[in-house]
């Protein structure tokens, strides 16, 4: 089995910025070559995507509501991956999950492309 646990969450100011962190641990070398993704879900709200990162870091996608603002990078030798986010927006309150895949589909978007969740982050941005 392989574990995801995200850090990095917490209280800031609209405008301000947060990086998120989610390290793998157990059997990393069975998700050898997956992509890894994040996805945020607000109260009453279902999940959504919100960026995703090939094995090798050279592809990355983003949703429209955070292109600019947030930037999803990994670190292969830490089985970790992180996402960068400024600019931070009232609207992007939400409990924030890492999950990793695997597909021949580019870009993964949906929840079913994800095989391994990570328990999530609260992120609450106050304006």
């Known amino acids: 089995q392989v574990q995801l646990v995200e850090s990095g969450g917490g209280l800031v100011q609209a405008g301000g910025s947060l990086r998120l962190s989610c390290a793998a641990s157990?059997?990393?070398?069975?998700?050898?070559?997956?992509?890894m993704g994040w996805f945020r879900q607000a109260p009453g709200k279902e999940r959504e995507f919100v960026a995703t990162i090939n094995w090798s870091g050279t592809n990355t996608y983003y949703a429209d509501s955070v292109k600019g603002r947030f930037t999803i990078s990994r670190d292969n030798a830490k089985n970790t991956v992180y996402l960068q986010m400024n600019s931070l927006k009232p609207e992007d309150t939400a409990i924030y999950y890492c999950?990793?895949?695997?597909?021949?589909?580019?870009?993964?978007?949906?929840?079913?492309?994800?095989?391994?969740w990570g328990q999530g982050t609260q992120v609450t941005v106050s304006s």
């Open positions: 157990g059997r990393t070398f069975s998700i050898m070559g997956w992509y």
């Open positions: 999950a990793s895949g695997r597909g021949r589909g580019w870009p993964p978007l949906l929840i079913s492309d994800y095989a391994y």
